[in-house]
């Protein structure tokens, strides 16, 4: 007998619109005139699922990837065929991709000597700007001398405060990165993320590194966002019970009915990244109504009141995330940003990818 991989029903779903995924990057392209844009799918694609995501833009002709770890690489490699650039942000040692024909980044004096010793080809090269993270500074950069050698493919930064546009730091490190990488000529310059490709032309450049606008985040907070949903998480309902007046609900006995209720307890919990700070305030939508959820967020189960929904009813489906609670208006209820509801989304869900 064939496995449900949804558990008959009684697991939750991650429906992903690999289509609006893919009208986004264009949406990307459109903005940005200067050079291709690449995808950044680290944390396995922002936990969408990184190599469904990667080919699907790369059907759409995107033909630079960017992840953080030299295992997410390999993987990638497994998913995409030769050709595509992928990209290490982490970087790694020469040889250490075993022929997998990754891209080092190379972010400290030590990664440039080691690469420069094994005769490395093509690699980036990352350079501060002020983020004080990652990369070499202006004193390193200038004594690492002529770095022809590494036949570099490109130099990077990274911006620290591109979703605050008005931040002075903006503007600095885009004037320290024309003046850094002025120094290694003739080389392709990467730059912007996602909220970067919207500060301007100060920021393109010949190849910009967004991820989250992609996954359908808000690069441009405090303003309507101007990318496409991608994600809907649905979690069935496991049971609904009558809950009398003055009869609490779930650990710590935190919430306390007022009236009768009805309570609906749904297969998530934070096991399965539905974030622990959401409890007593996260939101689902129950038939076509925005529900409270109401206790504490346990490991597996969260506890809904759906007094309101008298037409809901076990089996059915509750959302989480979706148009009317996007990962943005989650992240603000739980204290924390979309970036970490998406990239915690559970392994238990089930990812169904639709193309339309
Ligand atoms: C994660 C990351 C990006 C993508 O950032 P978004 O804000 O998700 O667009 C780009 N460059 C570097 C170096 C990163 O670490």
Redesign the pocket.
């Known amino acids: 007998m064939a496995i449900d991989p949804v558990e008959g029903g009684r697991a939750g779903e991650l429906l992903i619109d690999l289509g609006a995924l893919v009208a986004n990057w264009h949406d990307l392209c459109e903005r940005h005139q200067s050079g291709p844009v690449a995808g950044?799918v680290?944390a396995d694609g922002y936990g969408l699922g990184a190599a469904a995501v990667a080919k699907a833009l790369a059907s759409a002709s995107c033909w630079n990837f960017?992840v953080?770890q030299l295992s997410e690489g390999i993987a990638l490699r497994r998913a995409l065929s030769q050709g595509p650039m992928i990209a290490v942000?982490g970087g790694f040692p020469p040889g250490a991709d075993g022929g997998a024909g990754l891209t080092p980044v190379i972010n400290t004096p030590q990664d440039l000597a080691a690469h420069r010793a094994a005769g490395t080809r093509g690699a980036i090269l990352h350079i501060d700007t002020g983020m004080e993270r990652l990369g070499l500074d202006a004193r390193e950069l200038g004594e690492a001398g002529d770095l022809s050698a590494l036949g570099l493919r490109h130099v990077?930064t990274?911006l620290a405060c591109?979703d605050e546009p008005d931040h002075p730091l903006n503007a600095v490190q885009a004037r320290r990165f024309n003046e850094m990488a002025a120094m290694l000529p003739g080389v392709p310059r990467s730059f912007a993320?996602?909220?970067g490709l919207f500060l301007g032309e100060a920021f393109e450049s010949d190849l910009a590194?967004?991820?989250?606008?992609l996954y359908g985040l808000n690069?441009t907070p405090g303003h309507p966002n101007p990318m496409r949903c991608v994600l809907r998480l649905s979690v069935p309902v496991l049971q609904i019970r009558q809950v009398r007046a003055g009869a609490t609900v779930g650990y710590g006995a935190t919430w306390m009915a007022k009236r009768d209720s009805r309570i609906a307890t749904i297969a998530a919990g934070y096991a399965d990244g539905y974030l622990r700070a959401l409890s007593g305030r996260g939101l689902a939508v129950a038939a076509g109504r925005t529900v409270q959820l109401v206790g504490r967020v346990s490991m597996d189960l969260i506890t809904l009141d759906v007094t309101d929904v008298p037409d809901l009813a076990v089996g059915d489906r509750v959302e989480l995330i979706g148009p009317e609670q996007t990962p943005d208006a989650v992240a603000a209820l739980a204290g924390t940003i979309g970036?970490e509801v998406l990239t915690a989304l559970g392994a238990r869900y089930a990812r169904r990818y639709i193309t339309a």
């Open positions: 950044v680290k960017f953080a942000l990077m990274h591109a993320n996602s909220s590194r967004p991820g989250a606008a690069p970036y």
